[in-house]
């Protein structure tokens, strides 16, 4: 690992070569590695979705599949942060693949997932009507899992029979709750507000453990509301602190704040944090599972959750008096910096931004790989860093 004197003096050098800030480096290397990319994508249709350890080649995926909405998001932001048409046209024509998306029955939670980073950054960036509509489109079918005896949305019906889980509601759950709250905001839905107001109080008291660290999975009995059990799926066991679930409550709660204003989901987000960044190793980026086994510096990392982090400290900073925010906006800034180096730069090796992330460690899928949700949400902490940099709010108007 790369100690921190070098990391400075690598920082410094950026400057030095007159490159500009180096939130700006960040993002014009991101500009470059997303243009090599771009002229490998073999249509608009079939999204980057992640390179393999030792690879250079992406794997795609396609609409319809949860990863689906991150390139076109990487696409937006950098639309946004450069102002570069050739950004906008790629993005576009990448959103235009997802609406079907937004009006299909669907097969899990991760609609939000899929929309909000594509058709959501669309609408926010052009303004076009057949945007909005479709985001209200994939609410209402986002909702249509909610379960008002329990509280929640159903996160995985393929669960259902296949784990004998018959009422399922994952961490990362909370981050879809997004297209929910916006749609109420945005377009007089109060009763989507409610839905995802009162998901996130359900899972704020039932996916909790007592030191601030999440469980992955809780099962709930669909008629009482009862909870049955806590399970993982993608986490070490069913104790352990996954580390990308850890990332998604503390994202998660801080949007839920974003939206509602409720002090509860405010502490709830800076509890999560607390608990993740007193456990961060020494070089700041997680393994895979906080407590994945004796050798745990043997096991792999997840740049994705510290990616996830970073953008969310960035917005969590902005709600929270002058000391605590300094020293959240502090961490998020040293994350970047990691980030933004060797070994997790991905540089020649391949054309995603980040090296290091683990998708699915128990099945063995995406281990030590490139993910297009770590470049997606690194790529979003430096434009939310950018923002504050110009004097902004991370969040616009927020
Ligand atoms: N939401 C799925 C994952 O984080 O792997």
């Known amino acids: ?5 070098a990391l400075v003096i690598g920082w410094l050098a950026v400057i030095a070569q007159g490159c500009g800030s180096p939130v700006q480096e960040a993002v014009g290397y991101c500009a470059s590695q997303a243009a090599r990319t771009l002229e490998t994508v073999p249509s608009p249709d079939r999204m980057p979705n992640c390179v ?4 250079s080649e992406w794997k795609y995926v396609s609409p319809g599949g949860w990863t689906s909405g991150f390139w076109p998001g990487e696409l937006w932001y950098l639309y946004e942060s450069t102002g570069d048409a050739k950004w906008k046209d790629a993005a576009g024509k990448a959103t235009e693949t997802m609406l079907p998306v937004a009006y299909q029955t669907p097969h899990s939670h991760d609609v939000g997932f899929m929309v909000m980073p594509s058709i959501g950054h669309a609408y926010r960036l052009t303004g076009e009507d057949r945007y909005r509509e479709a985001l209200v489109s994939a609410a209402d079918s986002l909702a249509t899992l909610y379960n008002p005896k329990v509280g929640t949305i159903l996160s995985w019906p393929g669960m259902v029979q296949k784990m004998d889980w018959p009422h399922n509601t994952i ?21 989507l507000y409610d839905i ?11 996916q ?4 601030g660290s999440t469980c992955h999975v809780v099962v709930y009995d669909p008629e009482t509301g009862e909870e049955l059990a806590k399970h993982t799926h993608q986490g070490w066991k069913d104790e352990s602190m996954w580390a990308r679930g850890q990332a998604w409550a503390i994202y998660g709660f801080t949007m839920a704040y974003r939206f509602t204003r409720d002090e509860r989901f ?4 800076v509890r999560a944090t607390d608990t993740y960044l007193s456990r961060l190793p020494e070089d700041g980026i997680p393994f895979w599972d906080f407590e994945a086994g004796e050798q745990l510096e043997d096991q792999p990392k997840d740049a994705s959750a510290a990616a996830i982090v970073a953008s969310a400290l960035l917005e969590l900073q902005g709600y929270l008096p002058v000391a605590e925010a300094k020293r959240y906006r502090s961490e998020a800034e040293k994350t970047i910096r990691i980030l933004s180096a060797a070994p997790y730069r991905a540089g020649d090796q391949c054309s995603a931004f980040l090296l290091h992330s683990t998708g699915h460690m128990p099945r063995g899928n995406e281990v030590d790989a490139s993910i297009s949700y770590a470049d997606y949400y690194y790529l979003e902490s430096l434009v939310r860093l950018q923002r504050l940099e110009r004097g902004e709010k991370a969040i616009p108007n927020n």
């Open 208 to 211: 909790f453990r007592e030191d």
């Open 171 to 191: 961490i990362d759950n909370m981050l879809n709750l997004e297209l929910l709250f916006w749609v109420a905001e945005n377009c007089s839905r109060p009763d």
């Open 196 to 206: 995802a107001f009162r998901h996130s109080e359900t899972t704020m008291e039932h």
């Open 52 to 55: 393999e350890a030792g690879s």
């Open 1 to 5: 690992m790369r100690n921190g004197l």
């Open 266 to 269: 405010l502490k709830t987000a």
